[in-house]
Structures are given as C-alpha cells and as structure tokens.
C-alpha cells in the first residue's frame, strides 16, 4: 500500500498540471477528507486540488514512516511546497488512508506548518 499512496503523491500532488483522471483514477466518488478541521467530500477535494495547482508552483512528498493495518495505511511525510511567489513551505501530515476497491475512500489528516508564511498554514484543505 505504501507504493499505492507513493503512485497517488506522484501523480496527483506532485504532478504540476491539475489532473482529474489522475483524482478519478485514485479516488472513490465517495471520498471524505477530515483535515485540520475541515472536512472535504470528493467535489471539495478535487476543488482543493486545483486550487493547489494555482498557488504551488512545485510540491515534493516525502514519506518518512509508514504502518498498514488491513485497508488502512499511516504515513507521517513532509510536504514541501515552492508557491508561485517563490517562497517556500513546508508542513509535517499525518495521515490516515482508508482504501476500498483499489481507490481511497476517506484521509484523517492533520498539518503542521514547519517552515514558511503562516498564511499557508491552512493549504492542506484550502478549496
């Protein structure tokens, strides 16, 4: 699973072009997203995403540990973002993925903004 979600980082965050066959291809139509507290369905998801695309100009995701337990995988992983202004972000997530099917059905989330203007601290559930 820890390459499923490696694939997902790669081409759906990653990925500089916003993508829906990517979000699609990934994803259940029945997708939640808890982050932060905000909570996300599919549409505001793929509202999130493409809202990501027009403020970061290049992410890179890191996963520096992982755990899987049945359909579930953790991550803690580093996310760092260059924005289109320039400057850049990092957050520390933690992260838990529920997968049904062969697609991600719902991620409680939480961010911690490590490096950058705190008024990024909320792009990981932006929309």
């Known amino acids: 699973m820890k390459h499923f979600i490696q694939q997902v980082f790669s081409e759906v965050l990653e990925n500089p072009v916003f993508d829906q066959s990517a979000i699609e291809k990934y994803f259940s139509k029945q ?61 520390k997530v933690l992260a838990e993925f529920t997968i049904q099917d062969g697609k991600i059905i719902q991620c409680d989330e939480l961010t911690f903004l490590l490096e950058g203007n705190h008024s990024a601290k909320g792009l990981g559930s932006e929309t």
């Not at 808890?34 to 809202?51: A, C, G, P, R, S």
């Not at 100009?57 to 540990?65: C, H, S, V």
């Open 31 to 91: 997708y939640v997203q808890f982050v932060d507290h905000t909570q996300l369905d599919y549409n505001e998801f793929v509202l999130h995403i493409k809202k990501l695309k027009e403020k970061v100009a290049e992410q890179k995701l890191e996963i520096i540990n992982s755990a899987e337990n049945g359909n579930t995988i953790f991550t803690k992983h580093i996310a760092t973002s260059v924005l289109k202004d320039g400057s850049t972000v990092l957050h």
